[in-house]
């Protein structure tokens, strides 16, 4: 048996972007208290999820990677003793800026960052507008608990990312997010329908990949987004054992075997039977020659 305990820090953000850092590593705080080996916290936590609109004022919120936040953070997760996995706007230079999500191990090294890959571009998810798609490729990162792979949100919908990453060696699939219903949808039932979907392509991968899937959300209202929290951590065949609610902050640790991918990839063995030779069309943008 391999246990951990993975804390996930679902909250609510302001514009003020001191409070919101303070309350994200109150969090990873609560959560080492718990118990927790492995934090992960929600996309882009130390401010409001900007991207709802085209402003250029709001490329100032963007930072180096590493940088002053990786840096406080290794100290706290060595003063912890646990990994952090942390989203960040990041500034790579003059006009060049990625979502990406930074990696601290336990004793506080900086492993590095994975940047996001598929960028959306919906009403109130104007990120094409902010960010340049990664160019990293896929990661994995081996820390003291846990080999994990990082994906972030939009990548969640894609089930080539997480393939790819699970092919990597990933023991744990960790997606910080931030995805609300649009409060001026007036059909209850498309946000439900919503949510489910995203909650059940996540625990698809699970799934198909034989992993553990570990998916944190903000909640709150800002402008016409509420965002719909419901964070949670299914095991390697997509049950549940962990869900927030739609409206509350809530830290919360849970303890996964990651010994059990070994029964599920054994007792269904879809990575056996995969026929990499036939693979081959997927590498088309659509299929209509």
Same mark, same amino acid.
């Given at each position: 048996?391999?246990?951990?305990?993975?804390?996930?820090?679902?909250?609510?953000?302001?514009?003020?972007?001191?409070?919101?850092?303070?309350?994200?590593?109150?969090?990873?705080?609560?959560?080492?208290?718990?118990?927790?080996?492995?934090v992960?916290?929600?996309?882009? /936590?130390?401010?409001?999820?900007?991207?709802?609109?085209?402003?250029?004022?709001?490329?100032?919120?963007?930072?180096?990677?590493?940088?002053?936040?990786?840096?406080?953070?290794?100290?706290v !997760?060595?003063?912890?003793?646990?990994?952090?996995?942390?989203s960040?706007?990041?500034k790579?230079?003059?006009?060049?800026?990625?979502?990406?999500?930074?990696?601290?191990?336990?004793?506080?090294?900086?492993?590095?960052?994975?940047?996001?890959?598929?960028?959306?571009?919906?009403?109130?998810?104007?990120?094409? /507008?902010?960010?340049?798609?990664?160019?990293?490729?896929?990661?994995?990162?081996?820390?003291?608990?846990?080999?994990?792979?990082?994906?972030?949100c939009?990548?969640?919908?894609?089930?080539?990312?997480?393939?790819?990453t699970?092919?990597?060696?990933?023991e744990?699939?960790? /997606?910080p997010?931030?995805?609300?219903?649009?409060?001026?949808?007036?059909?209850?039932?498309?946000?439900?329908?919503?949510?489910? !979907?995203?909650?059940?392509?996540?625990?698809?991968?699970?799934?198909?990949?034989?992993?553990?899937?570990?998916?944190?959300?903000?909640?709150?209202?800002?402008?016409?987004?509420?965002?719909?929290?419901?964070?949670?951590?299914?095991?390697?065949?997509?049950?549940?054992?962990?869900?927030?609610?739609?409206?509350?902050?809530?830290?919360?640790?849970?303890?996964?075997?990651?010994?059990?991918?070994?029964?599920?990839?054994?007792?269904?063995?879809?990575?056996?039977?995969?026929?990499?030779?036939?693979?081959?069309?997927?590498?088309?943008?659509?299929?209509?020659?």
């Open positions: 048996m391999k246990k951990v305990k993975v804390g996930l820090v679902q909250m609510s953000c302001s514009a003020d972007v001191t409070e919101n850092t303070n309350k994200a590593i109150a969090g990873i705080r609560k959560a080492a208290e718990d118990g927790a080996n492995i992960c916290l929600q996309e882009l /936590f130390t401010s409001l999820y900007f991207c709802d609109v085209e402003d250029h004022d709001n490329f100032k919120l963007a930072e180096s990677i590493p940088g002053p936040t990786t840096m406080t953070l290794s100290e !997760a060595k003063e912890n003793n646990v990994v952090i996995i942390a960040l706007f990041e790579r230079a003059a006009g060049l800026y990625h979502n990406t999500t930074a990696v601290i191990d336990a004793d506080g090294t900086y492993m590095g960052k994975y940047r996001k890959m598929h960028i959306p571009d919906d009403p109130g998810y104007y990120e094409k /507008f902010y960010f340049t798609p990664g160019d990293l490729g896929y990661k994995v990162f081996d820390t003291k608990f846990a080999k994990i792979g990082v994906l972030i939009w990548d969640q919908w894609y089930p080539e990312a997480s393939r790819i699970s092919l990597m060696g990933a744990v699939l960790f /997606f997010t931030a995805i609300g219903w649009d409060t001026n949808e007036k059909e209850n039932e498309a946000n439900i329908e919503q949510y489910n !979907a995203w909650q059940t392509i996540q625990r698809s991968h699970a799934v198909a990949n034989g992993v553990h899937v570990v998916s944190v959300n903000r909640v709150g209202r800002e402008a016409d987004q509420k965002f719909w929290g419901g964070s949670f951590v299914a095991n390697p065949f997509g049950s549940l054992l962990y869900l927030a609610s739609h409206d509350k902050e809530e830290v919360h640790v849970q303890e996964i075997d990651l010994a059990l991918t070994e029964k599920y990839r054994t007792t269904w063995p879809y990575l056996r039977d995969r026929r990499i030779d036939s693979y081959g069309p997927i590498l088309k943008r659509y299929i209509d020659e």
